[in-house]
């Protein structure tokens, strides 16, 4: 069997999907609480990025709330961000995760929350503190990813 150099496997023949494109939106209110709203697909390709914005927020805050209602997919990668951020956080620091929902929710539930780190208005994998408010004002827009 001869193919002719047009010849495409079936893979090839569809065009690519439209990849889910990851976008972080950082947040500050009046008294300084930081929050990020993520949405699209957190995986290892924009890992590097998003940890980079994380720590940029733990510094302005000690209270980081990451809004997760927009997000769709997290790997083990992503996982990974929230366990160091969390272990190399200030000792009164804390990260309150809210809007969990999906796989995301579930890959939470089976791994489990690091120290330091809380859920609000979701299914909750066993965890250890409060929560405090997210109300937040706009300050600056980062999007993350191709």
Same mark, same amino acid.
């Given at each position: ?70 997000? *769709? ?24 995760? *809210? ?48």
């Amino acid at each position: 069997m001869s193919l002719s150099p047009h010849h495409r496997s079936p893979v090839e023949a569809q065009p690519p999907s439209a990849a889910v494109r990851f976008k972080c939106v950082c947040k500050l209110d009046a008294r300084g609480s930081a929050s990020l709203e993520l949405s699209g697909e957190l995986d290892r390709a924009v890992c590097g990025q998003f940890e980079t914005r994380l720590a940029e927020a733990q510094r302005a805050s000690s209270a980081v709330v990451l809004d997760l209602r927009r997000l *769709t997919f997290m790997d083990g990668a992503g996982y990974a961000v929230l366990v160091r951020a969390a272990r190399a956080s200030r000792p009164e620091a804390k990260m309150i995760l *809210t809007g969990c929902t999906g796989q995301v929710s579930r890959l939470l539930n089976l791994v489990g929350l690091p120290e330091k780190v809380e859920m609000q208005g979701s299914a909750k994998p066993a965890e250890v503190g409060s929560v405090a408010d997210s109300s937040a004002t706009s300050r600056s827009e980062i999007a993350i990813g191709a």
